[in-house]
């Protein structure tokens, strides 16, 4: 059996121009990085501006296995096989991080037939954009600590310093650091963290900057700390917001490449949902909805993370709202919800669909195949779907490509056409913060009660009489369990959420509420990935998947 890599170096890509012909870019709007690759420059939007949005799909999941249930391979299979069917499609998708990519998950450009291409570059630094956040997260860092040593006429607190250095890769010895040691010219020592780039405020606020002007003013308002009267410090005060905004003057424009099959594709951002708001650029998607008539795009981990943070996050502050939505599955992962039983981790699959049932958003379950699935299974999966009154359709798409999407595809087709999206957010975001905490935690986590710190009591105070209160939430729970227990698997009912600890973000606008021991800096696991990673003479790449 082929591997994924392997596939995708055997496939032999058109030029991007061609795509973006496809797609109804104009040549003028792209701006190539090689022969494959392009960034879409600003001035296309100005274009685009009385043109009528296309219908918007979301792929999510239930809650998966370590490995991941196949959700972005879906996803593109999907857009692969409307194209197929005739239809006017176009992906959009998050930037893979090096973090998974050379850790436990593996790369995110989907898999076998439903890959985006080229696939190394995809997964391996592409345009740059990660390390361009990186580098705007981090001259802020040390514009911190420069203004300090010079003087600090801020008179910021260096003991109350809330901004974190970052860098793309899952590196726990970084969690906790000292800086400054070595005497005074290398500035003043204090406790530093680093968080991995796709959970920095930066990779949020390009995500949801609606253009460069708001990416500057959004960067502006990042709040770093605050001083000895306990008041905030923002990235503005620092003059710090310009230069960021420069680092990101090409990152903040969508990057596009191609399916296997030639299926458009706008990959931009990356945040995580377990830890970030979990949802491509909303720049991505709405040039999408305006080049084509069906824009399919994909919310991270399972949907008690990833879609509810698209609806209550990225909808609101978009101005979108889907028309569909398909519910990635596995028997692999129900049955790793059931602790090995399929009939105990269909509980799993049940308590997303009625989570998604909140939103008034029609749904079809999409089970995506492996080899191992028996018929008796795939009947078993399919009859709890017709329970719950759900569209299910089988997904064959990493061995067939878009044709092994078809049956899905004309499914979507169908609802579309004729089932009415009802959407509607969980909460009403004049409802203080502590209340839509509990919202989430009780509707979609099913908690029982939730438990917030003391010390992360103080932190929500502080963030209402600051002004904050009509910001959504962003949770931050680990992805294997509706619980804050990542081993409390299936539906998981009759427990305690634990918010240990919140964080304002305001220059992205929203409130993370961390639970249990979530990190914000991952961990490389005892065999990481990057161990089977190589590269030949010919500059061939291995491994990577």
């Known amino acids: 059996m082929k591997t994924d890599i392997q596939i995708a170096q055997e496939t032999t890509m058109l030029p991007i121009t061609q795509i973006a012909k496809a797609a109804g870019i104009a040549e003028e709007f792209i701006d190539p990085y090689g022969k494959y690759k ?87 630094h592409f345009t740059g954009d990660i390390h361009a956040i990186g580098a705007a997260n981090n001259l802020l860092a040390s514009m911190i600590d420069n203004h300090i040593h010079q ?31 070595g005497g005074p ?33 959004k960067l502006g308002n990042i709040i770093i700390g605050y001083n000895l009267n306990g008041e905030p410090v923002s990235a503005k005060e620092l003059n710090a917001h310009g230069a960021m905004a420069v680092l990101l003057k090409d990152a903040i424009n969508p990057n596009l490449v191609q399916t296997l099959e030639h299926t458009p594709v706008l990959i931009h951002g990356g945040p995580f949902a377990n830890i970030a708001h979990g949802c491509n650029s909303i720049r991505a998607t709405k040039l999408g909805l305006k080049l084509a008539d069906i824009t399919i795009t994909e919310a991270g981990f399972g949907a008690d993370l990833g879609a509810e943070k698209f609806f209550d996050i990225k909808c609101d502050k978009a101005n979108i709202s889907p028309d569909v939505v398909v519910l990635v599955t596995t028997i692999r992962a129900l049955k790793h919800n059931g602790h090995g039983e399929l009939e105990e981790g269909v509980s799993n699959l049940v308590r997303h669909i009625e989570n998604l049932k909140i939103y008034g ?18 009947e078993f999966v399919k009859s709890i779907c017709h329970k719950q009154q759900v569209k299910f359709e089988l997904s064959e798409v990493w061995e067939k490509g878009g044709a092994g999407g078809e049956d899905l ?8 056409e004729t089932d009415q999206s009802n959407y ?10 502590e209340e839509k905490i509990n ?7 099913r908690a029982k009660s939730v438990y917030i710190e003391p010390k992360a009591k103080k932190e929500l105070d502080k963030i209402e009489k600051m002004g904050y209160s009509h910001f959504p939430i962003c949770m ?3 992805q294997y369990s509706f619980s804050d227990d990542p081993t409390n698997l299936g539906a998981a009912e009759d427990f305690i959420t634990t918010i240990k600890e919140v964080r304002i973000m305001a220059g992205a606008e929203f409130v993370v509420a961390l639970t249990g021991s979530v990190m914000v800096m991952p961990g490389l696991p005892k065999k990481p990935s990057a161990e089977n990673l190589d590269i030949d003479k010919e500059g061939i790449v291995t491994g990577l998947f």
Do not use: H
């Open 151 to 181: 003087g600090n006429t801020l008179n910021i607190d260096v003991r109350n310093i809330t901004w974190k250095r970052c860098v793309d890769l899952n590196d726990r010895a970084l969690r906790e650091v000292v800086v400054g040691l």
């Open 424 to 433: 509607k957010p969980l909460y009403d975001l004049q409802l203080s913060l």
């Open 409 to 416: 595809a004309n499914a979507v087709i169908n609802m579309l």
């Open 476 to 478: 931050a729970k680990n």
């Open 185 to 217: 010219l290398n500035g003043m020592p204090r406790q530093d963290n680093f968080v991995i780039t796709v959970a920095s405020e930066v990779m949020a606020i390009l995500c949801l900057a609606t253009d460069l002007e708001d990416l500057k003013n």
């Open 38 to 124: 392009a960034k879409i420059n600003n001035d296309i939007y100005k274009t685009l501006e009385n043109k009528k949005d296309g219908k918007l799909v979301l792929v999510t999941a239930t809650s998966p296995t370590p490995a991941g249930e196949g959700k972005t391979t879906v996803t593109v299979g999907l857009g692969q096989a409307l194209c197929r069917l005739g239809k006017n499609a176009i992906i959009t998708l998050r930037e893979p991080s090096l973090g998974p990519c050379m850790g436990i998950k593996g790369g995110a450009a989907g898999g076998g037939y439903s890959q985006v291409v080229p696939m190394e570059d995809i997964n391996l």
């Open 439 to 445: 919202k989430i935690a009780t509707s979609i986590y």
């Open 361 to 378: 958003v029609p749904i079809v379950v999409a089970l995506n195949k492996f080899s191992a699935d028996t018929e008796s299974e795939i």
